[in-house]
């Protein structure tokens, strides 16, 4: 087994490695990347080589509290006003829907169970409502996941992300509820309302620290121009806000979440940038959130009890769930693709789900149930455990999901139809170039008549020589009895830096990123330097911009 303080970074290179593997693999097959995150977890975990024990997942708690606070960004980021004020009612009446039902079928099936093993119907229902609690989260990091491998878009895709941001706020208060009935059952005491009021008070501040966060990095945004610095001052304040909520006890994801709702809705435009950013970081940490998950399930200690909950968890969860959404949907008339398929789509089961048993387990660690197992270990081993499975099932029904409803692919951004295009397919009509002989005179009027940031210099065969910017002629602009008789090859300066038109698109556009250019000069190929004409960044993403609103119509 290796050592925490000397493995550790050997441990996160083989888990992203391994992750990404089985990805691949699960991605070859057409099932969604994030079961071969868990099943490099499950292959290097407690139930494979032991490569990581409990004490490493335990250690790794910070990192854990971190990619939950990625993925609550990340969620909320998607979360816009217009939307909410448009299908409010729908994504409420759907919420309390499944999450109640959920709730309920597994609170009572999970009791009948305990009540069957233990004989004690106090603990039976105490067990029973923390589980059902429990129950009614979605996992968003999964959903979201297989939401932006497969480019959704559309009503279900938005009340999908509506409805797994909520859940853990109503899976916060049930489970409030439940632990503090489950402590008064249990022989513990509890002040049920003091309890109440807690949660309330944690969700409260929650949002309150996630808002001003996200409120506090749009105030900066608007400030500042450089992107660099943009990027760095939102991911440092998202750290504060994810920090602030472990230190006060507060919910990582609902503060982070609210940080990417206040960000996306007060500079929706100028956010991008930021988001994407944390976009782009964040598929390491997905891997490396999965791959712990799966680690942490070891199935060779579970007894055959245990195994029954864990199936009846499942069965009346997914019922929850399914017939839940189905109800809430009917009753807001919402679209029907909506009403048969966000049922689905809301299997996952994941870190908030986690954190709770791991909360209850510390609650009701003393409470026995039978052969050595307390309630909390059961609470534990059986989210755990059914976190797998519905993992295994979860993502590929979201998958189905969206592919049935017409919404996969539909999410389509400008680098993707960037992508898609060769540089000859953006080479501007009125590219500009003179003559190697050409004047200054000459030259300036070109310049009058384009918006050119520089022109290309050719020989008489169109042989791309170099360009000249109008800073390169600013010393003799003044003096004009000199713009007759000295000439571009006086002024040309070599670029190595060129586009080939066959070659794709988008290497040229980060190119021009890479030297901060807004235009490049475009060439038959290497060998020839036959000039054919200028990309223009600008232009090049307007022309995708168009392209996607062509596309949507």
């Not at 990581?52 to 993925?71: Q, T």
């Not at 729908?90 to 009540?115: H, K, N, P, T, Y």
């Not at 009846?312 to 949907?329: E, F, N, P, Q």
């Not at 794709?504 to 004409?533: C, E, F, R, T, Y």
Request: charged share 15%; with cysteine; hydrophobic share 55%.
């Amino acid at each position: 087994m290796l050592d925490l303080d000397t493995g550790l970074l050997f441990l996160f290179g083989l888990s992203i490695f391994g992750g990404i593997i089985s990805a691949l693999i699960f991605k070859k097959v057409k099932m969604p990347q994030v079961l071969g995150y868990i099943l490099a977890g499950i292959i290097i975990g407690q139930s494979g080589f032991h490569l990581i024990s409990r004490i490493h997942i335990d250690h790794l708690v910070s990192f854990n509290y971190f990619a939950l606070g990625i993925i609550g960004f990340l969620v909320g980021s998607e979360i816009k006003f217009e939307d909410m004020r448009k299908y409010g009612k729908q994504f409420s009446l759907i919420l309390f829907a499944e999450g109640f039902l959920a709730f309920l079928l597994v609170g009572v099936s999970v009791a009948l169970c305990l009540w069957y093993v233990s004989g004690s119907v106090p603990l039976a229902l105490a067990g029973g409502m923390v589980f059902g609690a429990i129950a009614s989260a979605t996992d968003p990091a999964a959903t979201m996941n297989v939401l932006w491998e497969y480019r959704a878009a559309g009503i279900l895709t938005t009340t999908i992300i509506a409805i797994v941001a909520l859940d853990d706020a109503l899976a916060m208060f049930l489970y409030g509820l439940g632990t503090s009935l489950s402590r008064i059952l249990t022989g513990g005491s509890a002040d049920i309302p003091g309890e109440l009021s807690n949660v309330f008070l944690t969700l409260f501040f929650s949002i309150g620290i996630g808002a001003a966060t996200g409120i506090l990095i749009g105030v900066l945004i608007r400030k500042v121009r450089n992107r660099d610095t943009i990027f760095v001052l939102g991911f440092g304040l998202l750290l504060v806000c994810i920090g602030l909520s472990v230190l006060l006890d507060l919910d990582i994801i609902l503060a982070s979440m609210f940080a990417g709702v206040a960000l996306v809705n007060m500079v929706p435009a100028r956010s991008r940038d930021v988001i994407d950013n944390i976009r782009g970081i964040s598929t390491p940490i997905y891997i490396l959130f999965f791959v712990l998950v799966g680690a942490r399930i070891n199935i060779s200690s579970m007894p055959l009890w245990l195994w029954l909950i864990i199936a009846v968890y499942v069965l009346m969860r997914s019922a929850g769930k399914y017939v839940g959404s189905w109800i809430g949907a009917k009753l807001s008339n919402a679209d029907p693709v909506v009403r048969r398929f966000t049922g689905m789509s809301l299997f996952s089961q994941g870190g908030v789900a986690i954190g709770l048993s791991i909360m209850a387990s510390g609650s009701l660690g003393n409470i026995m149930v039978a052969d050595g197992l307390s309630l909390g270990d059961v609470i534990v081993f059986g989210v755990t455990t059914t976190t797998l499975i519905v993992q295994l099932a979860g993502p590929v029904l979201v998958k189905v999901a969206v592919k049935k409803a017409g919404e996969s692919g539909r999410n389509i951004t400008v680098e993707d139809v960037i992508s898609g295009w060769k540089v000859i397919d953006c080479i501007e009509e009125k590219s500009i170039s003179v003559h190697v002989d050409a004047t200054i005179r000459d030259i300036v009027n070109v310049f009058n008549e384009a918006d050119d940031t520089f022109v290309s210099v050719i020989d008489k065969e169109s042989r791309f020589l170099g360009i000249i910017s109008f800073k390169d002629i600013k010393s003799v602009f003044l003096d004009q009895s000199t713009w007759d008789w000295l000439v571009a090859g006086d002024f040309v300066k070599k670029m190595k830096n060129t586009a080939v038109a066959g070659g794709p698109l988008i290497d040229s556009v980060s190119l021009m990123d890479q030297l901060h250019l807004d235009q490049l000069p475009v060439l038959a190929d290497n060998d020839s330097a036959k000039w054919l004409g200028v990309i223009d960044k600008k232009k090049i993403f307007k022309s995708a911009r168009k392209k996607i609103l062509s596309s949507a119509a």
